[in-house]
C-alpha cells in the first residue's frame, strides 16, 4: 500500500548537477536552506506571476517550514517547468507526471550571474565593505553583537522555524524549566534531537489487534525484529524508523545517542530499556515519519502480573512526542481493561491526537459489525472524557484480500474508503508536523509558566521557620484550593492546570521551602516569547508570497 507520491527527485543526472549548481549559488551562507528572500529573488527569474509563484511555495514547502532543502528546490523547479509550458499549477501537478521527462526551467539571466559568480575574485577585505555588486540574494551575514543587553552571542543565523523555537527555548523558556524544576512535573527538558525528530505515529492496543501487521501492511515487509502471531508477540517497545541498513539497536544503545530523541528515556530506567530497542531499514515512508509499536496492553488475569516498568509512563512519554496515537480494536478486543483504562487516562492532555482502528472488521458480518461498533463507542465513551465523538476506522488492515463472502461488495467498498480516509490522515502527519511543533512549543511555554506560579505560591505559603513539614502536608492535602487561590489571583485559564493526583505525588518527594521565590522577569520572558518572539518568527519564515 502506497501513502506517499513519486519522489520529487526522479530526474537526469545532468538535470541533477545543474539543480545542485543553482542550488549552491542561492544558498549563500551554504547551510543546505534557501529562505524565502532567498527563493523570491531567485524564482523572478523565471517570469512567473507572484499568484503563480506563491502556489509554487505553497507546494514546495508543504511542511511549512519556511525554507526548502534540495528536494523541495528540485520540486519547485520542476513546478516552474511545467507552468512555463501551459500546465495549471495544483497541489497534484507533479503525480501524474513524467518527472525524470521534465526539463530544467527556463531562468532568465541566470547564466550570465554564474559565469560572474565564477569569475569573479575575492576582493580585499577594504573593498568588500564598499562592494555593492554582490548578487541580490546573498544571505545577510550574521551579527555578533544585537544589542548591548545580550547575554549571548549568536553563533548560526535562523534559517528555519525549527531554529527559531530552538534558539527561543534555551534563551527564554528552558530558564524558567530548570528553575523550577518542571521537567520532574511536566516533560523531560527538550534537546535539539527534540526539534529535529520525524514526526511519530504510536499504536497502542491490546495483544492481537494487528498493531505490528498493520505497520508491515504499510510499509509493504517486515521490520528487523517484528514477530506477528496470535499470542503476546511485540513484548517491547519497538521504534521503527529510517536508516541506512536493516538492523534492531538495544535500548541502552539507542537512549544514549545524542542525535535520537529517546534520551529522557533513561528516567524510567534498564528494566524499561531492556524493553525498548530501535529497528531501522531504509524505506521512502519511513523519510517521513517513525513508528512506535508498543506492548499488548494487559487483560483479564494477566493485569495482576506487573511490568518491571512503569508501562503507563512510559505511554504517557512517546505521547507527549508522538504526531498521532492509534488506539486499536478488533471485534473480538473490545473490553477496556484496567491497565488499558490507566494507558487511555495518561493520553489526557492529547485527545486532538487520538484515533480509533477498529481492524479486522472482516471477521464478523454486516448485523455483527454494527453491533460491535456500538458497544465500542459505549465502551470508549466511559475513558475518553470529551465531548466529541472519536474518529474511528473500520477496516482489515493487512496483506490478505477483504472477505467478501461476509459483507459482499458494499462491505469491500466501505472498507476501501475507510483504509483512503485513514492514510489521507497519515499523509497529513508530514505537511503538518511542523505546525504541531509550534502547537506543542505553546502549549509547553504554557504549561511551565503555570507551573511556576503553583510553586511560587505554594513556597510563599510556607512557614519561615517552625513546622514546615505539617504546613507542606496540608498544603498538598488542600493542593485542588491551592490550585484555585492561583488561578484567581494570576486569572489563567483552569483548563491549562496540570493533574492534581500525580502533583501531589511529585511534590511530596521535594521540600516546598527549597524553591525559588516567584521571578517577574523570568515570567515576562516567557509572555514575550508567546505575545511578541513566536508570532514574528511565524511571519518571518510564512510563505513569502503572501
Keep these: 500500500m502506497e501513502i506517499i507520491a513519486k519522489k520529487s527527485n526522479d530526474i537526469l543526472k545532468d538535470d541533477e548537477k545543474v539543480y545542485q549548481r543553482w542550488f549552491e549559488y542561492v544558498d549563500a551562507d551554504g547551510d543546505g536552506r534557501i529562505t524565502g528572500n532567498d527563493a523570491v529573488k531567485f524564482f523572478s527569474l523565471s517570469q512567473l506571476s507572484r499568484p503563480e509563484l506563491k502556489q509554487v511555495w505553497a507546494i514546495a514547502d508543504s511542511k511549512h517550514q519556511g525554507f526548502l532543502s534540495f528536494k523541495e528546490f528540485v520540486l519547485a523547479m520542476q513546478i516552474i517547468s511545467l507552468c512555463q509550458t501551459g500546465n495549471e499549477i495544483t497541489p497534484d501537478i507533479l503525480k501524474n507526471a513524467e518527472l525524470e521527462n521534465i526539463s530544467t526551467p527556463v531562468m532568465e539571466g541566470l547564466d550570465e550571474l554564474l559565469t560572474a559568480t565564477n569569475d569573479r575574485q575575492s576582493p580585499p577585505e577594504s573593498e568588500a565593505h564598499s562592494n555593492d555588486s554582490s548578487p541580490r540574494w546573498q544571505a545577510q551575514a550574521v551579527y555578533w553583537f544585537t544589542s548591548k543587553n545580550s547575554k549571548k552571542i549568536p553563533m548560526t543565523p535562523v534559517t528555519s522555524i525549527i531554529d527559531g523555537l530552538k534558539k527561543l527555548y534555551q534563551e527564554k523558556l528552558k530558564p524558567l524549566e530548570v528553575t523550577y524544576r518542571y521537567d520532574d512535573f511536566g516533560s523531560p527538558t527538550l534537546m535539539a534531537s527534540d526539534f529535529d525528530a520525524k514526526p511519530m505515529v504510536m499504536l497502542l492496543g491490546q495483544y492481537s489487534t494487528g498493531k505490528t501487521t498493520f505497520i508491515k501492511h504499510l510499509l509493504g515487509t517486515s521490520y528487523p525484529?517484528?514477530?506477528?502471531?496470535?499470542?503476546?508477540?511485540?513484548?517491547?517497545?519497538?521504534?521503527?524508523?529510517?536508516?541506512?541498513?536493516?538492523?534492531?539497536?538495544?535500548?541502552?544503545?539507542?537512549?544514549?545517542?545524542?542525535?535520537?530523541?529517546?534520551?529522557?528515556?533513561?528516567?524510567?530506567?534498564?528494566?524499561?530499556?531492556?524493553?525498548?530497542?530501535?529497528?531501522?531499514?531504509?524505506?521512502?515512508?519511513?523519510?517521513?515519519?517513525?513508528?512506535?509499536?508498543?506492548?499488548?496492553?494487559?487483560?483479564?488475569?494477566?493485569?495482576?502480573?506487573?511490568?518491571?516498568?512503569?508501562?503507563?509512563?512510559?505511554?504517557?512519554?512517546?505521547?507527549?512526542?508522538?504526531?498521532?496515537?492509534?488506539?486499536?480494536?478488533?471485534?473480538?478486543?473490545?473490553?477496556?481493561?484496567?491497565?488499558?483504562?490507566?494507558?487511555?487516562?495518561?493520553?489526557?492532555?492529547?485527545?486532538?491526537?487520538?484515533?480509533?482502528?477498529?481492524?479486522?472488521?472482516?471477521?464478523?458480518?454486516?448485523?455483527?459489525?454494527?453491533?460491535?461498533?456500538?458497544?465500542?463507542?459505549?465502551?470508549?465513551?466511559?475513558?475518553?472524557?470529551?465531548?466529541?465523538?472519536?474518529?474511528?476506522?473500520?477496516?482489515?488492515?493487512?496483506?490478505?484480500?477483504?472477505?467478501?463472502?461476509?459483507?459482499?461488495?458494499?462491505?469491500?467498498?466501505?472498507?476501501?474508503?475507510?483504509?483512503?480516509?485513514?492514510?489521507?490522515?497519515?499523509?497529513?502527519?508530514?505537511?503538518?508536523?511542523?505546525?504541531?511543533?509550534?502547537?506543542?512549543?505553546?502549549?509547553?511555554?504554557?504549561?511551565?509558566?503555570?507551573?511556576?506560579?503553583?510553586?511560587?505560591?505554594?513556597?510563599?505559603?510556607?512557614?519561615?521557620?517552625?513546622?514546615?513539614?505539617?504546613?507542606?502536608?496540608?498544603?498538598?492535602?488542600?493542593?485542588?484550593?491551592?490550585?484555585?487561590?492561583?488561578?484567581?489571583?494570576?486569572?489563567?485559564?483552569?483548563?491549562?492546570?496540570?493533574?492534581?493526583?500525580?502533583?501531589?505525588?511529585?511534590?511530596?518527594?521535594?521540600?516546598?521551602?527549597?524553591?525559588?521565590?516567584?521571578?517577574?522577569?523570568?515570567?515576562?520572558?516567557?509572555?514575550?516569547?508567546?505575545?511578541?518572539?513566536?508570532?514574528?518568527?511565524?511571519?518571518?519564515?510564512?510563505?513569502?508570497?503572501?
Excluded at 261 to 283: D, I, N, V, W, Y
Excluded at 304 to 324: E, H, I, M, N, P
Excluded at 521 to 536: E, H, R
Design 225 to 546: 525484529g517484528s514477530h506477528v502471531g496470535p499470542e503476546p508477540t511485540t513484548d517491547r517497545f519497538i521504534v521503527v524508523m529510517s536508516g541506512p541498513d536493516g538492523r534492531s539497536i538495544p535500548g541502552n544503545t539507542i537512549a544514549v545517542q545524542a542525535d535520537k530523541p529517546f534520551g529522557a528515556l533513561t528516567r524510567f530506567g534498564s528494566a524499561f530499556l531492556s524493553k525498548f530497542e530501535c529497528s531501522q531499514m531504509p524505506h521512502p515512508l519511513l523519510e517521513h515519519f517513525t513508528f512506535v509499536d508498543t506492548p499488548g496492553v494487559l487483560a483479564g488475569e494477566k493485569q495482576r502480573t506487573q511490568r518491571s516498568y512503569d508501562f503507563t509512563g512510559v505511554t504517557s512519554w512517546f505521547a507527549a512526542k508522538c504526531d498521532l496515537i492509534l488506539l486499536f480494536f478488533d471485534p473480538y478486543k473490545l473490553d477496556i481493561s484496567d491497565e488499558f483504562k490507566r494507558v487511555i487516562g495518561s493520553l489526557r492532555g492529547h485527545d486532538d491526537k487520538i484515533r480509533v482502528v477498529l481492524n479486522k472488521a472482516d471477521q464478523v458480518d454486516t448485523q455483527h459489525l454494527m453491533r460491535v461498533y456500538g458497544a465500542l463507542m459505549w465502551s470508549l465513551g466511559k475513558v475518553l472524557s470529551t465531548p466529541e465523538v472519536t474518529r474511528v476506522y473500520i477496516g482489515s488492515f493487512n496483506d490478505k484480500p477483504i472477505n467478501e463472502a461476509a459483507f459482499g461488495s458494499m462491505g469491500k467498498e466501505l472498507f476501501e474508503k475507510e483504509q483512503e480516509d485513514l492514510l489521507v490522515d497519515l499523509k497529513d502527519i508530514p505537511r503538518k508536523a511542523c505546525d504541531r511543533r509550534i502547537n506543542e512549543f505553546v502549549k509547553r511555554a504554557r504549561a511551565a509558566k503555570i507551573h511556576a506560579y503553583i510553586i511560587s505560591h505554594l513556597k510563599k505559603e510556607m512557614p519561615a521557620m517552625m513546622g514546615k513539614a505539617k504546613a507542606q502536608q496540608r498544603l498538598i492535602d488542600n493542593l485542588e484550593e491551592e490550585f484555585a487561590k492561583v488561578q484567581k489571583d494570576y486569572h489563567l485559564p483552569v483548563g491549562d492546570f496540570p493533574d492534581i493526583q500525580h502533583y501531589k505525588e511529585v511534590l511530596s518527594g521535594y521540600q516546598i521551602d527549597r524553591f525559588e521565590k516567584l521571578k517577574p522577569k523570568m515570567i515576562q520572558a516567557v509572555d514575550d516569547m508567546l505575545g511578541y518572539d513566536i508570532p514574528d518568527l511565524l511571519k518571518k519564515f510564512q510563505n513569502p508570497y503572501d
